[in-house]
């Protein structure tokens, strides 16, 4: 038993299939489920797999969120950190399981075709609500409150960043307890709005008078009123949330905790000792750090890594303009090419120059396994057509046969221009070994390489006078990872259209950063949005993401699984499509 418990920790076998082994011996499902607990694995959430038979009594959960929320309005979240700390006490009406499974919060059940609640040509889809649901502050959650989320999302005023969620559609009551949403279009991806980090629903009574340009200034911004399983106490904006046990919850026998509280602050690897070494909290969040040191920290026996796949992958983005030439004010315009980057030859040797299997082997390890596409771990979207390769030497002929020459200063030219960039990334440490590494192979093929490395709340803000973020890409390659916010592609994607270019225009809010476009992508991307066929809709992204990596826009290097630090003991299940608490109201611990 114990061989295979370590199998699933070390990612070598699939929670379910380890569930499906024990069942097979006769184990129930709440049993497997137990096994791993104890040994602090997460399962996939179930209803059969809670164990608790009473409400409370677990005394205080300690969260560590080592980028602590400002805000928690979940409409106006700016980023995860926000997201995370609103679902303390926000629910949407479904989640997104570990399998990319629609899984029902303030929902009755999932629409579907089946049950006539999801149109076959992806015209409307009916939600009925769960009865009997309260607001802390005693209201009942209605239709309306879904009506209004919608007007208020939708509203340009409010500025909302769950905006585009919301887009294109209509949303109608039925009844108290039942919504319509008629799509503008086809729709094949329906379960957006409502659904998930960006369907997390507020109350129309502590909002309506809010739904404008004065939307900051409504008071539950920093302290909800929500339908979760945690009842708003306190809040200090990237310090700490702190909120207690509802006694009214809509699920028997939860929560578990009879508190809670998310700590801000610090970075990523204090927040992983904080948990596996010292054992001062329960659980932290997105312990982005190397994997030898997490395998170090475990060793002490206090707790264990958690990690499942994800969406999401760490790229480097290769700059289509010139980022020091200045076109009417703005740097890095669409009129100004990139004086060698616009030269596929060179792009593709960059490709070549970039040894993603060491990074997986000497800096992610189970983290980050090697990416070859921008889509991943959705099988139906993963394309065949695409390879990783590293060689030095093909990287060299290619750029000689291209007619890039190595001078005297051992640096490669051509037609007067070198082959000297700039690699921009976050401070985190993990990042720059991986600059060190590629910078490393540059140098053999002869392009000068400087690397900069910004603080994460610099390099990630959207102050239009900060030059150093990565909207504004003041650099020739950069590297983070982009994110995939539910199982379907169409956000992350986005980032690629022509009329997505960040630019002074925008205010460099635009998602493509890359400024790279491509007629064929733009109409692909146009028409997956209504194909309501998923064999062609799911080929139509295969294509999109085999033109962006066959052209060398970007370079996926490795998934990047979602990875947390949780004490021995706690059942956490967590979801790679999902909040890290998306399924709060079943954590408990077993000892």
């Excluded at 080929?539 to 947390?564: E, G, Q, S, W």
């Amino acid at each position: 038993m114990k061989r295979y418990v370590e199998s699933v920790r070390e990612g070598k076998l699939a929670r379910r299939d380890f569930i499906k082994m024990l069942v097979a011996c006769g184990l129930t499902v709440p049993v497997a489920g137990h096994i791993l607990a104890n040994a602090g694995i997460a399962m996939a959430a179930s209803q059969s797999s809670y164990l608790p038979t009473k409400r409370g009594g677990g005394g205080t959960l300690k969260l560590l969120w080592w980028q602590g929320p400002t805000l928690l309005n979940p409409h106006h979240a700016l980023g995860t950190k926000d997201q995370d700390g609103a679902r303390l006490f926000y629910e949407p009406l479904a989640a997104w399981d570990p399998e990319g499974n629609l899984v029902p919060f303030l929902a009755a059940e999932i629409p579907s075709v089946e049950n006539g609640s999801v149109d076959k040509d992806g015209k409307f889809v009916i939600w009925k609500l769960k009865q009997g649901v309260k607001w802390h502050d005693g209201q009942s959650f209605t239709a309306d409150d879904c009506v209004f989320n919608w007007q208020y999302a939708s509203n340009p005023d409010v500025a909302a960043m769950t905006s585009g969620a919301y887009a294109g559609l209509k949303v109608s009551k039925i009844d108290d307890h039942t919504i319509r949403i008629d799509f503008d279009n086809p729709t094949p991806f329906w379960a957006d709005a409502f659904v998930g980090t960006r369907g997390m629903l507020i109350p129309k009574h502590h909002y309506e008078k809010y739904n404008g340009a004065n939307a900051g200034e409504a008071p539950a911004n920093l302290s909800p009123v929500g339908t979760g399983p945690y009842i708003f106490e306190f809040f200090s904006p990237g310090d700490v949330v702190k909120g207690r046990l509802n006694p009214d919850y809509h699920e028997d026998n939860r929560p578990y905790f009879d508190a809670v509280e998310m700590k801000g602050g610090g970075d990523a690897v204090s927040a992983a000792r904080a948990v596996l070494q010292a054992g001062e909290y329960d659980f932290a969040w997105n312990v982005q750090v190397e994997d030898a040191l997490l395998k170090r920290l475990e060793a002490g026996g206090k707790g264990t890594s958690e990690i499942v796949p994800s969406g999401d992958v760490e790229i480097i983005q290769l700059n289509m303009t010139d980022p020091t030439k200045q076109v009417d004010g703005e740097r890095s315009s669409i009129e100004a090419p990139h004086p060698f980057l616009s030269d596929l030859n060179v792009r593709k040797a960059i490709n070549l120059l970039v040894d993603r299997d060491a990074l997986e082997k000497h800096i992610y390890g189970r983290s980050g396994p090697v990416a070859k596409n921008m889509l991943n771990n959705l099988p139906r979207f993963e394309s065949q057509n695409t390879m990783h390769e590293f060689s030095i030497e093909k990287a060299i002929a290619l750029l000689e046969e291209a007619g890039w020459k190595i001078g005297a200063d051992g640096i490669r030219k051509k037609d007067g221009v070198k082959l000297k960039l700039v690699f921009q990334t976050s401070t985190n440490a993990p990042r720059q070994k991986t600059q060190a590494i590629i910078k490393q192979a540059f140098q053999k093929a002869g392009i000068e390489t400087e690397l900069k490395s910004i603080a994460g709340s610099v390099f990630f803000s959207s102050d239009v006078g900060n030059p150093d973020t990565y909207g504004k890409f003041y650099a020739d390659m950069q590297m983070y990872t982009t994110t995939m916010p539910q199982p379907d592609p169409k956000d992350i994607m986005l980032q690629f259209l022509s009329n997505e270019v960040s630019s002074k225009t925008n205010k460099w809010q635009g998602r493509n950063i890359c400024r790279w476009r491509n007629e064929e992508y733009d109409k692909l991307y146009a028409q997956s949005q209504s194909e309501i066929d998923p064999i062609k809709r799911a080929n139509m992204f295969i294509r999109m993401n085999d033109l962006v990596v066959n052209d060398v826009v970007i370079i996926p290097l490795v998934c990047r699984n979602k990875v947390a630090s949780v004490i021995n003991g706690l059942y956490a299940p967590l979801s790679g499509w999902d909040s890290n608490l998306w399924i709060l109201k079943d954590w408990y611990r077993t000892s």
